[in-house]
């Protein structure tokens, strides 16, 4: 015989998706020198400190061979714009083979201060998809 009917509605399902953003509000200073917006799958597969020294190392890499082939590269457009990008796929790449188990989106901002006022600003952005489990 079919089982007596619940005299109680199912429970509801936990919600898995928010439509609340995280958003703050953040007064830069010259000691700023990038800002970094990932999604879940990013920060799901890299701590904040992992993010932070992924591309503060890749900037310092990167200028430091500039500078050693007599090249300045300044962090604002166009050489900025290249730059952030390169960033955003190292982000990227570092947390697909970190074992993402979501989609994986980064966008740098990489900012430029001059001697004094508003930063020069350049952005890069990259993104990775999860297909069947495995990295691409």
């Given at each position: ?77 166009p050489d900025g714009c290249a ?30 201060w001059p001697a004094a006022g ?12 999860m297909t069947g489990g495995a990295?691409?």
């Open positions: 015989p079919p089982p007596p009917p619940s005299s109680s509605p199912p429970a509801a399902p936990a919600a898995v998706i928010s439509v609340e953003p995280h958003v703050a509000a953040i007064r830069l200073s010259e000691a700023d020198k990038f800002a970094v917006l990932g999604s879940d799958g990013l920060y799901d597969a890299l701590s904040d400190d992992e993010v932070v020294r992924c591309v503060d190392d890749h900037v310092r890499a990167t200028v430091a061979r500039a500078a050693a082939g007599a090249h300045t590269l300044r962090c604002a457009p730059l952030a990008r390169e960033c955003a796929r190292a982000l990227v790449k570092r947390a697909l083979k970190n074992g993402a188990a979501d989609n994986v989106t980064a966008l740098v901002v990489i900012f430029d508003t930063p020069a600003v350049a952005v890069g952005g990259a993104a990775g998809l990295a691409p």
